[in-house]
């Protein structure tokens, strides 16, 4: 299995409760019931203040690297991501467990 976490840091003066945000939002919460190759999805906003923390947190597996890859180059997942890369930066780590 390969665990694929994704941190989205919003860019400066963008809020969450922006409709283009929170459209953003639902489109990833979405995508557990729309990616076949996702064993395991959730998504949430952060709840603390610290300045260092991300925004908005992915927490996700897959079975292997070959769906790793057909996730990452489903229609669903392009499109709710390119909706993010207009107003976010994010760092991603995957790992095998």
């Known amino acids: 299995m390969i665990r694929h976490l994704v941190l989205f840091k919003l860019d400066e003066g963008v809020a969450r409760d922006e409709p283009r945000v929170a459209a953003a939002a639902q489109a990833f919460e979405e995508l557990g019931g729309i990616v076949p190759e996702l064993e395991f999805w959730e998504c949430g906003w952060n709840i603390t203040d610290?300045?260092?923390?991300?925004?908005?947190?992915?927490?996700?597996?897959?079975?292997?690297?070959?769906?790793?890859?057909?996730?990452?180059?489903?229609?669903?997942?392009?499109?709710?991501?390119?909706?993010?890369?207009?107003?976010?930066t994010w760092v991603i780590a995957d790992y095998e467990f």
């Open 50 to 88: 610290r300045p260092i923390a991300y925004d908005f947190a992915i927490n996700s597996a897959v079975r292997d690297a070959e769906a790793l890859k057909r996730y990452i180059e489903h229609p669903a997942h392009q499109a709710a991501a390119g909706q993010w890369r207009e107003f976010a």
